[in-house]
């Protein structure tokens, strides 16, 4: 099977930086992606990462450890529309996407 | 400005009854897949095709089926509503292993 960990909850306050850490346990892995979803809103994709290190794309940035089997998403200089969900998935070898739980960034001014 | 459409973004269905999901996409991907989410659950993928008339099981296939008879489109039905499926179901599409990009979800409610 297939399963992906990631905290619940984060908070944080407006200019500051926040990592959101994802582990994973799959079995033919591909890759590791990152989606935001605003309340009432669908996923949208950040990220992608296919190898070890860190991808960065404005404000942020997503890193993988194969060896480890984890991955982070970096936010930098943190705005108020950056508070939404943040789920993590993992890509297999049967190019399936399975998701984590969802994490909930409440950025606070 | 690639879109994925879902027919619906508020569904409300009695037990019992046979619901038709629909679902579009306008980029000419060969994946298309069915998620439904519940807090605390993040997305869990119900069923996915890779082609026309070609479907795999995903993690939670009890209670649905889908139907996929052209590219563009990839409808879910729930064949007999139950109240444990009252949930919000967003559809997707992929090119190969590329972006996801996602419908806007329809909430579904069976009284």
């Known amino acids: 099977g297939q399963s992906l960990e990631q905290p619940s909850e984060v908070t944080a306050v407006e200019g500051a930086i926040v990592q959101i850490n994802c582990t994973y346990q799959t079995s033919g892995f591909y890759g590791l992606s990152w989606y935001q979803q605003h309340d009432g809103g669908a996923p949208t994709f950040l990220s992608y990462?296919?190898?070890?290190g860190l991808e960065e794309t404005g404000r942020f940035s997503s890193f993988l450890s194969r060896s480890d089997s984890y991955g982070y998403l970096l936010l930098q200089e943190l705005q108020m529309k950056d508070s939404a969900s943040y789920f993590c998935?993992?890509?297999?070898?049967?190019?399936?996407?399975?998701f984590g739980g969802g994490t909930r960034l409440m950025v606070k001014p | 400005d690639v879109k994925v459409t879902q027919s619906s973004r508020y569904l409300v269905k009695r037990t019992g009854e046979k619901v038709f999901l629909e679902c579009v996409q306008d980029m000419d991907h060969e994946n298309m897949f069915w998620y439904r989410q519940d807090p605390g659950l993040g997305l869990r993928l119900i069923y996915f095709s890779y082609d026309v008339k070609m479907k795999e099981k995903g993690d939670i296939p009890e209670g649905y089926s889908v139907s996929r008879e052209k590219k563009e489109r990839f409808s879910l039905i729930l064949e007999s509503a139950s109240t444990n499926q009252t949930s919000m179901y967003l559809c997707?599409?992929?090119?190969?292993?590329?972006?996801?990009?996602f419908g806007p979800g329809t909430r579904l409610t069976v009284l």
């Open positions: 998935a993992v890509t297999n070898a049967g190019n399936m996407l399975t």
């Open positions: 997707a599409s992929r090119s190969g292993d590329g972006e996801q990009f």
């Open positions: 990462n296919a190898l070890d």
